[in-house]
């Protein structure tokens, strides 16, 4: 069965330095999304992203984040300088996006967790 | 704005037993309603979601929910209860205007009793 799968799962970096998460949604998907959960608290929605260009995006999306489509698998999301309150699980999504306006159901990666220090 | 409430952190039952999350939203239209199970080390998997139609929703793995929109709720069932399902239980609305977004509850940390 196909899945989302995300590289790295953990990843450990110092404050103020870029990282960027990958992930590869399933291939015959056309919407991705980026989520995030901070230890105890909620998953948060970040961004989705649909016909290589931004949907939309929460207000926690700053410009310190950015999301690419490099290729015709990978989606990233950079993180410029990362920040303590950063660390967090951050979650890749998909959807087959038929519609920009239907509801599909989305799948999700496993996550990779980040840690600033 | 959107909001989502899963009231309970964290419910032990025994295996057997019949289990019940809570889940209650705040909007104003209906909204599309989503249950979503993580285990340990894996992914958000979709255990069921309602659009629209009939209240009663069945799910996969045996479960199943009902919408009552005069409650705002969307409780998440099963009949009985398998050690397999310990897990993480989240449930999730999209709202309208923003079709692609979901707001999710924190979650329900379900442990069972052999």
């Known amino acids: 069965e196909p899945e989302v799968t995300q590289t790295p799962s953990h990843q450990v970096t110092q404050m103020g330095q870029e990282v960027i998460l990958r992930c590869v949604p399933i291939?015959?998907?056309?919407?991705f999304y980026w989520y995030r959960q901070i230890l105890g608290q909620k998953v948060e929605f970040l961004v989705s992203?649909?016909?290589?260009?931004?949907?939309?995006k929460s207000e926690i999306f700053d410009d310190q984040f950015s999301v690419e489509r490099p290729d015709g698998s990978n989606f990233t999301l950079k993180i410029r300088s990362t920040k303590l309150e950063d660390s967090a699980m951050y979650f890749c999504?998909?959807?087959?996006?038929?519609?920009?306006?239907?509801?599909?159901?989305?799948?999700f990666g496993p996550g990779t967790r980040l840690t600033v220090l | 704005a959107q909001s989502v409430t899963q009231p309970d952190i964290h419910i032990t039952v025994s295996e057997g037993a019949s289990l019940e999350l809570r889940c209650n939203y705040s909007?104003?239209?209906?909204?599309?309603l989503f249950w979503y199970v993580q285990s340990p080390g894996q992914g958000l998997q979709l255990l069921l979601k309602y659009f629209s139609g009939d209240t009663l929703v069945q799910g996969i793995k045996g479960f199943e929910t009902e919408f009552k929109r005069s409650q705002s709720s969307f409780n998440l069932r099963k009949p009985s209860v398998h050690w397999s399902d310990a897990a993480e239980y989240f449930c999730?609305?999209?709202?309208?205007?923003?079709?692609?977004?979901?707001?999710f509850g924190r979650g329900t940390q379900l442990t069972v009793w052999p």
């Open positions: 291939s015959n998907h056309l919407y």
């Open positions: 999504a998909s959807s087959k996006g038929l519609s920009r306006v239907a509801v599909d159901e989305q799948f």
């Open positions: 909007y104003g239209a209906t909204p599309y």
């Open positions: 999730a609305v999209v709202a309208g205007s923003t079709l692609g977004r979901l707001y």
């Open positions: 992203f649909y016909n290589n260009e931004i949907s939309e």
